[in-house]
């Protein structure tokens, strides 16, 4: 999708206040809703993903499965609201020695497991909103021993409050970044 685009700074791959926020979204949803909704914390529009079982209810970018996002900026950059929930989302990435590997973060796993083709670990969420960070090159790196060159596919499941997510090619502190990529707080 992206691989014709200069990548620099930041690539938004989703926006709660957007006209069309799932554009380029796939949904799937058994037992649970998708649904944009006003959260009383930010006083803005956000997608609310909520299931009773999170495998059965996500979203996945890019929509079709053989399409590749081929984002190559390395950090994912997740604003998001802790539900008090049982939560999970995916990355999938192309390393340097040509292999689709992924990684599996949930708020229910509680030490990580590194197998050939996925990696599952947990993620600890403080209450309310977060801002999740995720450097892809240094976890290839760690879990494979190979080097990150693109992210092919991200799919976010049940039970969170997305405000944006996005790849920048650097973490950038707060003052640094454009205004509508910070979450403000009343």
């Known amino acids: 999708m992206f691989a014709n685009a200069f990548q620099s700074g930041f690539i938004s791959i989703f926006y709660s206040v957007g006209s069309a926020p799932l554009s380029i979204w796939n949904k799937e ?27 059965t209810t996500y979203i996945t970018c890019p ?46 796993q509680s030490t990580t497991k ?17 801002q999740v960070q995720f450097n892809l090159a240094d976890f290839t790196k760690r879990a494979y021993g190979s080097t990150y060159l693109e992210t092919v596919r991200v799919q976010i499941h049940a039970n969170v409050r997305i405000r944006r997510i996005y790849f920048s090619d650097t973490l950038y502190s707060e003052d640094e970044m454009p205004n509508e990529f910070r979450l403000f707080l009343p």
């Open 29 to 55: 949803v058994k037992n649970g809703h998708i649904r944009r909704i006003v959260d009383e914390e930010v006083k803005s529009l956000v997608l609310e993903i909520s299931g009773t079982n999170v495998a």
């Open 63 to 108: 929509q079709k499965p053989r399409v590749s996002l081929a984002i190559k900026l390395p950090f994912l950059v997740m604003i998001i609201k802790n539900m008090k929930k049982y939560f999970t989302f995916e990355i999938q990435i192309l390393d340097d020695k040509d292999i689709r590997r992924r990684f599996r973060v949930s708020n229910f």
């Open 114 to 130: 590194v197998r050939p083709f996925c990696t599952t670990m947990p993620i600890g969420l403080s209450d309310g909103w977060n």
